[in-house]
C-alpha cells in the first residue's frame, strides 16, 4: 500500500469516526432502541467505491474498534463488529455485481443496512440467549430501508461531488 492510498484511508477514518461519534451524542430520531441513522457508512460507501474493498474494510474494522474503545462501550463492540463485517460482506458483493455504478450505491446501502441490523439482532439472540428479539427485525428493516436510502444518496452525491471536483 502506498503512502497516498494510507493518507486517503487515515482521512476515511477520521471523518467516518467523527461522524460516529457526533451520531452518538445526538438524541434518538425515534423513542424505539438501536434505531440510528448510521451515518458514517456514507464514508464506507465513498471508500469502496474510491479506494476499493480492502481498503473499506480496514476503515470500517479501525471505525469499529477505535469507537468501542473511545466510546467505553466495549459491550456494543460484538454488535458493532458482527453487523458491520455482515454489511460490509453484502455490500462488497453488490458493488461487485452493479460494478460500481454510483447510481444505484443507494440500493447497496438498504440492503447493508438490513444487513447490518441482522448480524446485530443475531448476536443480541445469541449473547442474551433469546431468541424472540429476532422479532425486533420487523421494525428495524423499515428503519434499515429508510436510513439506507438516505445513506446512499448522501454518498451517491458525494461521490458526485467529488468526481467533479467541487
Known amino acids: 500500500m502506498n503512502a497516498k492510498k494510507i493518507t486517503y484511508n487515515a482521512l476515511y477514518l477520521a471523518i467516518a469516526l467523527a461522524i ?6 445526538l438524541p434518538p430520531i425515534v423513542p424505539i432502541p438501536g434505531i440510528k441513522p448510521g451515518l ?3 464514508v464506507i460507501l465513498v471508500c469502496m ?3 476499493g474493498r480492502p481498503s ?8 469499529i474498534i477505535l469507537s468501542s474503545f473511545f466510546g467505553g462501550q466495549f459491550v456494543s463492540f460484538a454488535y458493532s463488529l458482527s453487523g458491520g463485517m455482515l454489511s460490509f460482506c453484502l455490500m462488497s ?5 452493479f460494478n460500481k455504478n454510483t447510481e444505484k450505491i443507494w440500493i447497496i446501502s438498504v440492503f447493508g443496512a438490513i444487513a447490518h441490523n441482522f448480524g446485530q439482532v443475531v448476536c443480541a439472540c445469541i449473547i442474551m440467549e433469546t431468541p424472540q428479539i429476532i422479532s425486533y427485525m420487523s421494525i428495524l428493516t423499515v428503519s434499515a430501508v429508510i436510513t439506507g436510502i438516505f445513506t446512499g444518496f448522501s454518498a451517491m452525491y458525494l461521490l458526485k461531488r467529488i468526481k467533479r471536483g467541487t
Open 20 to 25: 460516529f461519534t457526533i451520531e452518538a451524542q
Open 40 to 42: 458514517s457508512n456514507i
Open 49 to 51: 467505491i474510491r479506494q
Open 56 to 63: 473499506a474494510f480496514s476503515v470500517l474494522l479501525l471505525r
Open 93 to 97: 458483493v453488490l458493488t461487485t455485481l
